[in-house]
């Protein structure tokens, strides 16, 4: 029994440092950030669609004037949002 439990010991010890640890935690890290951009697209995507929504209904009930300020406004703030993301 003693024997066996030396046995399993050293060959855990040697697929221990068959791991690179380096990898690993590049592997991860990499995981991260590709699961990062996918939720910053995904809210960029959104926040577009809610602002034509928007956009449309504001066009539909308010006069010319108002609509074309609050559409040059939303679409400023998305073009300065897009940029800061992308630094």
């Given at each position: 029994?003693?024997?066996?439990?030396?046995?399993?010991?050293?060959?855990?010890?040697r697929?221990?440092?068959?791991?690179?640890?380096l990898?690993?935690?590049?592997?991860?890290?990499?995981?991260?950030?590709?699961?990062?951009?996918?939720?910053?697209?995904?809210?960029?995507?959104?926040?577009l669609?809610k602002?034509?929504?928007?956009?449309?209904t504001?066009?539909?009930?308010?006069?010319?004037?108002?609509?074309?300020?609050?559409?040059?406004?939303?679409?400023?703030?998305?073009?300065?949002?897009?940029?800061?993301?992308?630094?």
């Amino acid at each position: 029994m003693h024997g066996n439990l030396s046995c399993y010991a050293r060959k855990l010890k040697r697929q221990r440092h068959h791991v690179d640890a380096l990898a690993v935690f590049n592997r991860v890290v990499d995981l991260i950030f590709k699961l990062l951009i996918f939720f910053v697209v995904l809210v960029l995507v959104m926040g577009l669609m809610k602002m034509f929504l928007e956009a449309w209904t504001i066009m539909s009930e308010s006069p010319l004037k108002d609509a074309f300020g609050f559409i040059v406004t939303n679409l400023l703030t998305f073009f300065i949002i897009l940029n800061c993301s992308r630094a």
